[in-house]
C-alpha cells in the first residue's frame, strides 16, 4: 500500500456516507456498513473533517510496541486520517538539519536536554504536509527510562508539546495501561479531546466476567466465583465494579476492587432476585432492580456505610429495572413496563418525578431495554425491538430526539466510551453474537472481541494509574 | 451344611420308623417311658425330636423371611409412588413469547401440582421462571420473574400455602433447548418446578 490512507479510501470506492461538518453540533452518523470483517471499508470522509496524523518509525526496538500501541490508539479515537508513510515505516523523513531546536518545544528544559533535543529535532514539515499530515508523531528513547513522544503541528511547521513518561518494563502488567494513558496525551496535546485508549471494557461471556483492553488486547477473566454472573457495571472512579451473580435461589450484588480483586457482597437483605447493579456518580451509593413475586422494582442501598436499603418504584402490576445514573447524579433512567412492553422512563435520583423519557407510539414501537446514560449527559444509549430483532438507538436528553444507530444484524446492550462518541455493543452482523465499537460520530465499526457468546460490556471510565496492576 | 444334617436326620427317621415294620403307629411324642432296654428306641426318639425341632425351626425362618418380604414389597410399591408423583410434580409449563400468562393447556398440569401439594403437606416446592433468547438478557430476569409467580398464584389461588413455595427467575441463562429456533425457543420458555424439600416419600393425590 503505496498511497495514503485517504486515497486508499476512494479507491475502494464504497461511498456510503458523506459527513457535512456543523460545529457546536454532534455530528451523527447511521452505521452503513457491511459486514466488514475488520476491514475498514464503508464511509468516506469529507478531506479536512480529519486532521491527518503520521506517527513516525521508531529506530529504537524497544519501542515499536509504544509506537505500534500508541498508533492504534490515535487510529481508535477516529478523530485523525493516519498516514501511512511513501515506501511504507522504514523511511523517516527528517529535516536536513538535525539538531536545531525546535521553536516551542514546552517541558524540553526540564533535564535530559540532549535526548529531548534529538528527539524533538525538527522535521521536513513541508514534505509531510503534501502528504497531508496535520500532525507527526515521534516515539524516541531518552535516558533514564524516559520515553519522549513529541507531538508536531505540521501545520504551523513546529513542536506541539513534548510528552515524558516512564514506561514500565514490557512484561509489566501496568505496561500497556501506561502506553495507553500516553496516547491519551498525545490526543489531548494535538486536539485538546479527552481520550478513551486507557480504558478497559468488562463483558460476561460463559457466565464470567472478564475485562480487556478497549484496543481488544490482554482479555482476562475477573470474576473469581463459580456461580453464574451477569451484568458488570463500573464505579465512576474506575476503581470497583459491580456484578450479580446467581446464588441458589436469588441474586447477589458484588462490589470489586480492580486492583486487589477482592470483592464483597452488597448488603441488600439478600435472599431475593437482585439484578443490574448501577453505581451513582459520588460511588455512595448502588442503583439495582429487584424482583419479587410482587414484580420487579428498583432500589438503592447505600454502599459506603452497608446501609438504608430505599426502595424507589412501586410497580404491583408491572416491572421497573435497568437503571442508569445521570452525570450529576441527579436522574435515573430505566426501563419500566407500566405501558405494556418494556419502554425508557426516567425519575428523580430519590423516585419521583416518573417520567416517560424515550417517546414511542403505543401498539407501534417495539420493547425497548438496556439503557445507559452517556458520561457528558446528553444521551442516553439503549436498544429496541424492531421487526424482531434488536437495534441501538440514542436518545437526546435535551430534545427527546430518539434516532437508530444500527441497522445490520441484531444489535444490543450499548455501553458508552468516557468520551461518549464511541459505544461498546452487542452484534451478530458477522454471523456469531460478539463486541463491537462503533464511533457515534462517524458511523465507524470496528470489532471489539472476535470470540462467540461475549455480551453485556460495560466500557470503563478512563482508568486512574493504579488500576494498572492485575485485576 | 445345616440343610445336609437335616436331611440326614430326617433320612435316619425314615429308616428307624420303616425298621418297626407295618407295626403299630408310632408313638405320640409324649414323655419318655422307661422302656429303655432298647438302645435304637431311644436313638428313634431322639432323632424325632430333633426333626421336630428342625422343622420348627425352619418355619420360623420362613415366617421371618415371608415377613422381610413383606415390608420390601411395600417399601418398593411406596418408592414406586414417590417416583410417580415426583415426576407429576416436575412436569413443565411452557409459555408464549415475552407473556407470563398461564396457558388453557397447562392449567390442568397446575391442577396436579395443586393436588401433589394438598395431599402432602410436608412438601415445599421452588419454581424457576425461564426465557428464550430473544428478549433482553437483563429484561428476561423479570419476565421470568412473573413466569414464576404466575403459577405460584395459581397455586396459592387453588388453596396452597404460599409459604411452601419459593420462586426464582433465571431468564435466558439456562436454556434447555441449545437451537435457535421456534422448536427451542418454545421449550425454553418454561416453569421449572424443583423439590426443596418434604420429598422423601410422596403420596399420591
Known sequence: ?471 | MKRLSLLLLSGLAVAAVAACGGGPKPEPPGPVTANTDSIAEAQRLEAERQAREAAAAKEREEAERRRQQAIADSLAALGQTTNAVRALLGTMIHFDYDKALIRGGDASVLDQKVAILQANSGLRVRISGHCDERGSDEYNLALGNRRATAAKQYVVSHGIDGSRIETVSYGEERPIASGHDEAAWAQNRRDEFEILSGGENLKQP
Not at chain 1, 35 to 50: K, L, S
Not at chain 1, 71 to 80: A, E, K, M, N
Not at chain 1, 86 to 99: E, K, L, N, Y
Not at chain 1, 281 to 305: C, H, M, Q, W
Open chain 1, 1 to 471: 500500500m503505496t498511497a495514503v490512507w485517504r486515497s486508499g479510501g476512494l479507491a475502494v470506492g464504497v461511498s456510503a456516507v458523506v459527513l457535512t461538518a456543523g460545529p457546536p453540533v454532534r455530528l451523527t452518523a447511521q452505521d452503513t456498513s457491511a459486514i466488514d470483517r475488520g476491514v475498514r471499508i464503508g464511509i468516506i470522509y469529507r478531506p479536512g473533517v480529519r486532521p491527518g496524523m503520521v506517527v513516525l518509525p521508531v529506530h529504537a526496538p524497544a519501542l515499536d510496541s509504544v509506537r505500534a500501541i500508541v498508533s492504534r490508539d490515535l487510529d481508535y479515537t477516529d478523530r485523525f486520517e493516519l498516514i501511512t508513510l511513501p515506501g511504507g515505516d522504514s523511511i523517516r523523513v527528517t529535516a536536513a538539519a538535525p539538531g536545531a531546536r525546535p521553536p516551542s518545544a514546552g517541558g524540553a528544559g526540564r533535564g535530559t536536554a540532549g535526548g529531548g533535543a534529538a528527539a524533538a529535532g525538527t522535521l521536513n514539515y513541508p514534505l509531510y504536509q503534501a502528504l497531508g499530515a496535520d500532525f507527526a508523531v515521534a516515539v524516541t528513547p531518552a535516558p533514564g527510562d524516559t520515553t519522549i513522544v513529541t507531538v508536531h503541528d505540521v501545520a504551523v511547521g513546529s513542536v506541539r508539546r513534548e510528552l515524558r513518561a516512564h514506561l514500565p518494563a514490557l512484561k509489566d502488567a501496568g505496561f500497556r495501561l501506561a502506553v495507553h494513558q500516553l496516547a491519551d496525551r498525545v490526543l489531548e496535546a494535538a486536539l485538546g479531546a479527552g481520550g478513551t485508549a486507557a480504558t478497559r471494557v468488562l463483558f460476561v461471556m460463559e457466565g464470567k466476567v472478564y475485562a480487556i483492553d478497549q484496543d481488544g488486547a490482554d482479555q482476562k477473566l475477573v470474576s473469581s466465583s463459580d456461580h453464574q454472573a451477569m451484568s458488570p457495571a463500573w464505579a465512576r472512579d474506575g476503581r470497583r465494579f459491580a456484578y450479580m451473580e446467581f446464588w441458589e435461589g436469588h441474586g447477589k450484588l458484588f462490589v470489586q476492587e480492580v486492583a486487589s480483586g477482592k470483592r464483597a457482597p452488597v448488603a441488600t437483605t439478600g435472599q431475593a432476585l437482585d439484578f443490574t447493579p448501577a453505581f451513582s456518580p459520588d460511588g455512595k451509593t448502588l442503583a439495582f432492580s429487584r424482583a419479587t413475586e410482587e414484580g420487579t422494582d428498583l432500589y438503592t442501598v447505600n454502599i459506603k456505610d452497608g446501609c438504608c436499603l430505599q426502595r424507589l418504584t412501586v410497580g404491583r402490576f408491572y416491572d421497573n429495572l435497568s437503571p442508569t445514573y445521570s452525570p450529576d447524579g441527579q436522574r435515573i433512567a430505566f426501563v419500566s413496563t407500566r405501558a405494556g412492553l418494556p419502554q425508557i422512563y426516567a425519575m428523580a435520583a430519590d423516585g419521583t418525578d416518573q417520567q416517560l423519557f424515550a417517546p414511542f407510539d403505543y401498539g407501534a414501537t417495539g420493547s425497548s431495554n438496556a439503557p445507559e446514560w452517556s458520561p457528558d449527559g446528553q444521551t442516553v444509549a439503549f436498544h429496541r425491538d424492531v421487526g424482531g430483532t434488536l437495534q441501538v438507538f440514542v436518545l437526546d436528553v435535551r430534545t427527546r430526539a430518539v434516532r437508530q444507530l444500527t441497522s445490520v444484524g441484531r444489535n444490543e446492550d450499548p455501553t458508552w466510551a468516557p468520551d461518549s462518541r464511541h459505544m461498546a455493543f452487542v452484534s451478530d452482523r458477522s454471523g456469531y453474537r460478539q463486541l463491537w465499537i462503533i464511533d457515534v460520530e462517524t458511523g465507524r465499526i470496528r470489532p471489539l472481541l472476535q470470540k462467540s457468546g461475549a455480551r453485556l460490556p460495560a466500557w470503563s471510565p478512563r482508568l486512574p494509574e493504579t488500576a494498572s496492576s492485575t485485576p
